[in-house]
């Protein structure tokens, strides 16, 4: 029982410190259920006020309502069936996320750039390719 009680508080450390990587990664952990799930209104709060978007035959710097309507019909018209994180990195106050969209009909390179603003996470840019 003393020995338990001793291992609890470092239990409870290592699970402190797991959950705080979780949530400083490359991608908020909602983002990533947000694209898993195909749900723009999910992913939404997680954009910047303006968003550079580059998907098949669309491209530019959106507002957070006009980028929030454009990965909606994305989404719509490719039914997710899975997305995964390949790679991640950081540099300076931004990091990045390389991931793997597949639907039923085709596989997407999805590329994110998050930057801190105001102890605040939010994409700047999404880049979409259809993989051959």
């Known amino acids: 029982m003393k020995n338990l009680i001793k291992i609890l508080p470092v239990i409870a450390l290592f699970m402190t410190i797991t959950f705080a990587q979780a949530q400083t990664g490359p991608l908020p952990s909602e983002v990533v259920k947000a694209v898993k799930s195909g749900d723009a209104d999910a992913l939404k709060p997680y954009l910047n006020s303006k968003v550079e978007l580059l998907l098949p035959g669309e491209s530019g710097v959106y507002s957070k309502e ?41 596989r997407y390179r999805m590329y994110f750039l ?19």
């Open 66 to 106: 006009q980028a929030h309507f454009i990965l909606k019909s994305f989404f719509e018209k490719n039914k997710v069936t899975s997305f995964e994180v390949l790679h991640h990195g950081t540099r300076q106050n931004a990091t990045f996320a390389i991931g793997e969209y597949s639907c039923s009909a085709d």
């Open 114 to 132: 998050v930057k801190s603003n105001n102890n605040q996470r939010l994409i700047h840019q999404i880049r979409i390719e259809k993989q051959d």
